[in-house]
Structures are given as structure tokens and as C-alpha cells.
């Protein structure tokens, strides 16, 4: 669309005009302010609708600098508006945008076909776009937009060099067609059936049949489903049969004839006469439907031109289904990804900007494009690329990711924005890019030969490449092999806090529970809430319950740990303010841990102060060890069990009653089970790892990623940040999508982690990235997609990795971040 500003004053009848610049060029139409691009050549048409009314927009859209405006004759503008703007008033601001775009569409000579019909509209336009793009350039409505809005917005996007147009139409009320068809004039005519659609304005189908017929009253040609007597009978009453073309399968004389449909599985073959001519058609679908939107538009490119069906007829095999909305899928990495992967052309690139431009809760997201080449003959190359570029700068893309040798070669149409370009989808999937995008809409949009579906599945799944497979029999195995250790009788309490040291503290607290430990021990009381909100019903302890979760304790049947005189008066005064009585709670005895807990000292007084009331009941008594796996510190550890000991008969005494006791961590456990006292609390173990050399345990936790892309370096290449990765010799590089954001230790850089892939350790090699890390497959036979393991499994365990580095498995295995996907399985 292209017009002076008093040119269109010129066409659309105002009843009043207020030019400020006469002379402005107009270039866009805009009716829904949310679609605004280039503001300066943009005209505002503000229309009344059942859902809303442009003029509310208007200084909205003057403040983003547009400054021309259609308006109703009755509006009444800011004199800021009115002050710089160019401002038409009109009796109908539709009918102003329809009679533009009529006058815009009289401009060219070329055929338009006109579609119409109750089913199939949009499908048929499409199949005619794709089988005529192989010999013309062809404009075409976007998607469905065939109402008395969509159609002038369709015209519009006619340009000189189309050589055909399509256009659909559609109605829902009598008096509707006859403003399409004014503004339309098709040469040619599709009517494809007619059926109950829209129906509610209309006396039968006969009425809403003849409405519909209205868009032909001038047109060539009309093509029909001959055996549709319900249709010939309307052209016949309407004085259109004359022109009418139809395919049939039953009758020979028809100008089509469709002799033999034979359908297999998932294609037809089709025998047909057209014009004396014999084809052999193959068609991707078996639906009726399909093939009946596949014959009007195969009869119509006969229409258009007797020679057109002998190009198109191979074609017929390669025809797209019609997706009608673009889908919107959550992804991982907070990545919201609109799926238009069915196929790829400069208008549907538009519509497909425009629909991510205007989802407002995409904002703060980057908008990031992955796009196949366009395969649009009828443009020059060059000229299509520039228009694509020029459109993705407009839409204020942040990235684009191009996908085809055409693409590839045009890449520099694109400088202005981050680009990438891979000659195929298995390249860019092959890559690490994928697992990079995060916290972006991205627009995947590719014709149907570049299988970008592909691309969608890979985004839309939470990234899981990395997943920590986490074996449930594994850990009942290893409470079963701890209850062994200590005397019958004595209570387990499982500790599952810190999310079960990065395990999922659900599945696990689950597992636990079909097991009957006695106890669970989370850090904080939200810990325990998300238990109890799950369904787990063991009793859980808080162990570092914080001052203002005494509702959620209430409120969720957690018990806290009290470990100091002004802790227990608070809880006290909140929990008598509440009613109760005998409220459990636990008592930590600080025996030497110095962290947590009373000095042995303050046990007499505690106890006194406890036994002085009964809001607060005692539940257990216990301390905690501070070096049970070291063999050089257990004389201390000896003096912990016997300063606690003290303590607990002390308060027993004064207490007239025994709590539980209990003192024992997996390595007190493991190495002084004499020690077990009423209760020991279990947590490394559970999880696989043995804190003493001599006694194993079962492994429970196993960390996998995949191999993403191995490259070859040449001699003197150096690998990753800072360059600390070198490679005098040159070899082989694999890149993982693990990182230190992802609870891969940096400290595993350069060489100090190991990796197994089909069962041959590798070294890392550079530094560790934020989310990838490389390691150096020089020599291995390694392929892309290979599993990698990281630990568990045949890489080394989580001991192992943990000296490695100077630290524990407890700092490995719960620094894994959450976006590892957890795995649970038995056996
Ligand atoms: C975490 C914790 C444990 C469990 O220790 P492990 O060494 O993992 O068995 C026991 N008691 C207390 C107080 C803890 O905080």
C-alpha cells in the first residue's frame, strides 16, 4: 500500500478534513494499535467494534509518533492530537477502510480469485497458493482474515508485481458479500460447499447459499463440486451457471473428472481427465475434505491458465497441511515458543512477527527468530533477503537464527542483529545454541522441507539433556542396610532437608514413607509445608526453625528444634496464645558441635523452666557429632556422646519423663553404632555415599548429560575462557551443556573432572562455562547425542569427584541446580 495522505482524503469520502502534511506518504494501515511498526507512514484507522473502540488508542498512538488518523465524524480529539496531525473524519471508519482498499485493488490488472464457501476456505486458498508459487508470485489473505475487516487488510498487501491474487471471503450476516464483493471484484471464483456455518443470521442455506454467490456477479469463472446439486441448483438460480466450472466423479462430461480415488494409509492416488488430459495425481492425505479443497484448487489452476495443472500436478504430492493458529508452547528456561513451522513466505513471516510482537506478556523477554529460507521463486534473492531483514529490524527482533543455504549466503543482509547461520536443522540442533536460548519468545518459523518441528520439540521439552536419574530401590536398599548396623528396635529419622540433599525431597520423603521411616528432618518449616501439602504424613522435625514460622508449624503438624532459652519463650508465648497443649518439640544439646543448641551448663535450668509448664512437650533430646567419620578425632567425638549423655539424664531427671535420644549422623552410625540410643538420623547414606571407606553402600544418584557437537582443532588451538585449555597437538573437542550455573563446579576445569562416554573416561579440558563445558575427545570414537555420564555409573562416584576438587559429596550433590531434571526410577 502506498498513498499520499491526500490521496486517501480523496477516496474515502470524509465529511471533514484537517491536513497538517498533505503530502505525508502512507505506507501502512493500522487498525489494532498493538500492531504498530513504522509509525510515520502508518494510518490509524480507529474503528467501533462489539469489543472495543479505536479511539481510545488515538494518543497513545500519537505519542509513538503516528500522525495520521481516520476517525468517526462524532469524535472529539485531544488538541495535542489535533495540533501536528493529519485527521479524516468520516461517517464509518470501516467503510472508509473498505473503500481504500477497493480503490487500492482497482490499481491492478492481475486475476484475483475469489473464495468462498462454509468449510475449507482458508485450506483451499493455501493449496492454491502453494501449487501456483512454483510458477508465479502470488499475494494471498493471511491466515483467515476474510470478514469485513480481514478482506481490506488482504488488499492491501497487493503490490505490482503480484501476478495473482487470493483473496477469502466470509459472512455471517445478509448484506455482507455484496460490500466483498465491491471491493474485492474477483476474476475468478471458488465456492467450496455450503453447510451450517453461520447459519443464525439466515432464513436456510438457500438464503446464506445465494448471499455467498453475490461475490461472483462479475467474475469469469466459478468453479464447484459438480456433484453438489444443492450448488448447481444456486448457480443455476442465480444466473451464474453459465460460467460455472465443475469437477465431478461421476460424470465424464464434467471438466474435471476424477475417475479413481484410491486411498493407502496416509496418501490417495488420484486418476483424473482434465480438459481431454489424463493425470495420475498423488495427494499426502486421505480425508475427504482434503481432497476435495485439493480438486478446486487443482480446477482452478486450469482456470487460470490451461498449461498451469501440468506443472502443479507433481506438486500435488508436496501439499502442507494448513495449520490455522500459530501454537504457543511453554519451553524450558523460560522460553515461550510460537510454532508456525509449517511453512515459510514474506506474508506469513509478517503475520507470524506481528502475532509475537503483540503478545504483551512477553515483555522483558528477548524475541529471538529461527527461520528457513523462503522458498519464493518468483522474488530475486537478494531483494526477498533485504525485505526479510528490513522486517525483522522492524519487529525489533533481538536475534536471528537462519536456518538454508540461501540464508547462509544472504547473512549479511542481517549484520545489524546477532545472527547465527547453519546450513540445516541437524546442524543448529547438532549445536549448543539450543540449550542456550533462555528467557526469549522465539518465533520458529520454516517451510515444511526444513522439519523445523523438530526444532520445536527440542524447545519445548524443559532442556533436559542433563537429568539426574535418581534410583528410589537404590536408596531403600541403603536405609535397610543402616537398620542392620544398629540395634533392633532403634528409631531411623531420615533427613531430607535441602531438598533431600538435591534428590527431590517428595519422591524421596514418598519412598521413605512406603518404607516406614519413623521421622523426617527438613532445614526450614517452607521445606516441611511442601511435604505436608503433598500428601506426606510421617512426622517431620524443622531443624533451624525461623523466628516467624511458628503459623506454618502450627498449620502443618511440623515439629521444631528449640535450641535456646529465647527461642523457647517465644515459641511458648506463641503457641499458648493458640490454645495448645503438649506441643512437641526437640531440644538440641550443643555437646561440642558448636553450631546449634543449649550448653550442657543451661540443660538443669532448661529443663526446670520445661517442666514448669505443658503448652510444650519434649519430644526428643539430641546433639549432633562434628567429626564421627574422623578416626584422629574420635576422642572427641567419645566426649561429645558423654557430655551429651550427661545432659540428657540431667533433663530427664527434672523432667520426670524420657524423650526419644539420639546423637548419630551415617558416620556415627556406621562407626559407633553402640551409640544409637533411642534414634539415629540418617543422611549421606540414604543417598549412596559411605562415609568410611570399608562399608559400601548402594549408589542412588547418577548425573548424564549429552554429547552436543565434537570439533576438530588444529595444532595450537587453546580451548574455553582465558584460554587455559591448550592443544599444542590439536584433537578433539566434545561440548556438553552442563556449567557451573548447573552445579558443575568450576574447580572440574582443566583436566580435573573426568566424564565417561561409552565407557572411557574423558578429561574436561579449559575452564568450566557458566552452562556448557568442553572435554577433550582427542582420539575417542565419540558421536554427537552420545551419553555422557558425569558421575555414578561408569564415571567415578560422588567420593571421588568430591576429593577431587577438595570438597564433600554433600556440597556436589546439593549444589545441582534445579533446572537438572530429576529422574526417579526402581530397580
Ligand atoms: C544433616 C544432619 C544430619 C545428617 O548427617 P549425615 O552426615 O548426612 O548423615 C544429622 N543431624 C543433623 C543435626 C544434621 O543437620
Known amino acids: 500500500m502506498n498513498y499520499r495522505i491526500e490521496e486517501i482524503a480523496a477516496c474515502v469520502h470524509p465529511v471533514e478534513v484537517s491536513l497538517h502534511q498533505a503530502q505525508q506518504q502512507i505506507e501502512h494501515v493500522l487498525t489494532d494499535s498493538r500492531s504498530l ?71 491492478f490488472t492481475m486475476p484475483v480469485v475469489g473464495i468462498t464457501g462454509s468449510n475449507g476456505k482458508t485450506t483451499v486458498k493455501e493449496f492454491l497458493y502453494q501449487l501456483l508459487s512454483y510458477e508465479k508470485k502470488v499475494v494471498r489473505s493471511p491466515r483467515s482474515f476474510n470478514s469485513q475487516l480481514g478482506v481490506p487488510l488482504s488488499l492491501f498487501k497487493i503490490d505490482a508485481t503480484d501476478e495473482v491474487a487470493i483473496i477469502e471471503a466470509g459472512i455471517s450476516q445478509p448484506g455482507e458479500m455484496e460490500r466483498l464483493q465491491r471491493i474485492i471484484r474477483p476474476t475468478y471464483g471458488i465456492i467450496t460447499n455450503i453447510g451450517q456455518a453461520h447459519q443464525e443470521n439466515f432464513i436456510d442455506t438457500v438464503e446464506k447459499l445465494d448471499e455467498k454467490l453475490r461475490l461472483f456477479k462479475d467474475s469469469e469463472r466459478i468453479v464447484y463440486r459438480a456433484d453438489d446439486a444443492e450448488i448447481e441448483e444456486g448457480l443455476r438460480r442465480n444466473g451464474l451457471f453459465e460460467r460455472a466450472v465443475g469437477w465431478s466423479t461421476k460424470n465424464p462430461e464434467a471438466p474435471l473428472f476424477v475417475k479413481e480415488m484410491e486411498r493407502e494409509t496416509a496418501l ?37 491458465s490451461p498449461d498451469l495443472p501440468k506443472c502443479a500436478a507433481p506438486h500435488l504430492a508436496e501439499l502442507e497441511p494448513v495449520e490455522m493458529r500459530l501454537e504457543v508452547k511453554e519451553g524450558g528456561e523460560d522460553n515461550l515458543i510460537i510454532n508456525d513451522a509449517y511453512n515459510n513466505d514474506i506474508n506469513s513471516l509478517a503475520i507470524a512477527l506481528d502475532f509475537m510482537q503483540r503478545r504483551a506478556l512477553h515483555a522483558g523477554k528477548r524475541r529471538v527468530l529461527i527461520l528457513s529460507d523462503i522458498l519464493q521463486s518468483a522474488f530475486l534473492t537478494r531483494n526477498l533477503y533485504r525485505m526479510v531483514a528490513d522486517m525483522v529490524k522492524r519487529y525489533e527482533c533481538d536475534m536471528i537464527i537462519g536456518i538454508g543455504r540461501e540464508l547462509c549466503a544472504y547473512q549479511e543482509s542481517f549484520k545489524e542483529i546477532e545472527g547465527y547461520f547453519y546450513t540445516d536443522t541437524e546442524s543448529f540442533l547438532r549445536s549448543s545454541l539450543p540449550g542456550k536460548l533462555a528467557n526469549s519468545v522465539i518465533l520458529v518459523k520454516g517451510a515444511r522441507n526444513y522439519r523445523f518441528e523438530t526444532i520445536v520439540e527440542r524447545l519445548a521439552q524443559k532442556i533436559n539433556e542433563t537429568v539426574m536419574e535418581i534410583n528410589l530401590e537404590a536408596m531403600a536398599e ?111 544439646i550443643d555437646s561440642g558441635m558448636h553450631r546449634l543448641g543449649f550448653s550442657p551448663q543451661e540443660a538443669f535450668a532448661v529443663a526446670e523452666r520445661i517442666s514448669r509448664q505443658s503448652v510444650l512437650s519434649v519430644r526428643s533430646i539430641f546433639s549432633h557429632l562434628a567429626a564421627a567419620d574422623e578416626p584422629q578425632n574420635d576422642e572427641y567425638t567419645m566426649s561429645q556422646i558423654k557430655v551429651f549423655s550427661e545432659a540428657y539424664d540431667k533433663m530427664v531427671a527434672v523432667l520426670g519423663y524420657k524423650p526419644i535420644k539420639h546423637i548419630l549422623n551415617t558416620a556415627g552410625i556406621m562407626r559407633f553404632p553402640q551409640y544409637a540410643f533411642d534414634m539415629v538420623r540418617l543422611g549421606i547414606g540414604l543417598y549412596g555415599v559411605s562415609p568410611t571407606p570399608e562399608e559400601k553402600l548402594t549408589p542412588v544418584v547418577t548425573l548424564r548429560t549429552t554429547l552436543l557437537q565434537i570439533s576438530d582443532m588444529p595444532p595450537g588451538s587453546t580451548v574455553g575462557y582465558g584460554r587455559h585449555g591448550l592443544l599444542p597437538k590439536g584433537g ?40 556448557t563445558c568442553m572435554i577433550d575427545l582427542t582420539g575417542s570414537d565419540a558421536q554427537p547425542g552420545d551419553r555422557v555420564t558425569l558421575f555414578g555409573g561408569e564415571a567415578p562416584d560422588l567420593q571421588e569427584l568430591a576429593d577431587s576438587i577438595g570438597t564433600i559429596p554433600y556440597e556436589i550433590l546439593s549444589h545441582m541446580a534445579m533446572r537438572i531434571q530429576r529422574i526417579y526410577y526402581r530397580g
Open 37 to 107: 511498526t513504522d509509525a510515520t507512514t502508518t494510518i490509524f484507522f480507529a474503528l467501533r467494534t462489539m469489543t472495543g473502540d479505536g479511539h481510545r488508542y488515538i494518543n497513545v498512538l500519537h505519542e509513538h509518533d503516528v500522525r495520521s488518523f481516520v476517525v468517526a465524524r462524532d469524535a472529539v480529539l485531544d488538541d495535542s492530537v489535533l495540533a501536528d496531525s493529519n485527521v479524516l473524519y468520516v461517517r464509518d471508519p470501516l467503510e472508509a477502510l473498505q473503500r481504500l482498499s477497493g480503490a487500492w485493488r482497482r490499481n
Open 478 to 588: 541403603n536405609v535397610k542396610s543402616i537398620r542392620r548396623h544398629i540395634p533392633q528396635g532403634v528409631k531411623v529419622m531420615a533427613m531430607v532437608k535441602a531438598n533431600a540433599y538435591g534428590t527431590g525431597a517428595y519422591e524421596t520423603a514418598k519412598m521413605l514413607e512406603e518404607h516406614h521411616i519413623d521421622a523426617l528432618a527438613v532445614a526450614v518449616a517452607d521445606e516441611g509445608k511442601e511435604l505436608r501439602k503433598k500428601g506426606i504424613l510421617t512426622p517431620i522435625v524443622v531443624m533451624d526453625p525461623e523466628v516467624n514460622a511458628f503459623s506454618t508449624l502450627i498449620d502443618y503438624n511440623l515439629d521444631p528444634v528449640v535450641f535456646s532459652m529465647s527461642q523457647f519463650e517465644e515459641l511458648y508465648y506463641k503457641i499458648d496464645k493458640q490454645g495448645f497443649d503438649h506441643f512437641p518439640i526437640h531440644l538440641e
Open 268 to 304: 490417495t492416488h488420484i486418476e483424473c481427465i482434465l480438459d481431454g488430459k489424463a493425470y495420475k495425481l498423488q495427494l499426502p492425505f486421505t480425508d475427504k475434505a482434503s481432497l476435495e479443497n485439493a480438486m478446486h484448487a487443482f480446477l482452478l489452476l486450469w482456470v487460470l
Open 732 to 771: 578433539k573437542i566434545g561440548i556438553i551443556p552442563i556449567g557451573y550455573a548447573d552445579g558443575y563446579d568450576r574447580r572440574f576445569g582443566c583436566g580435573v573432572g573426568k566424564v565417561a562416554i561409552r565407557g572411557k573416561l574423558y578429561p574436561t579440558i579449559g575452564n568450566i562455562c557458566m552452562d
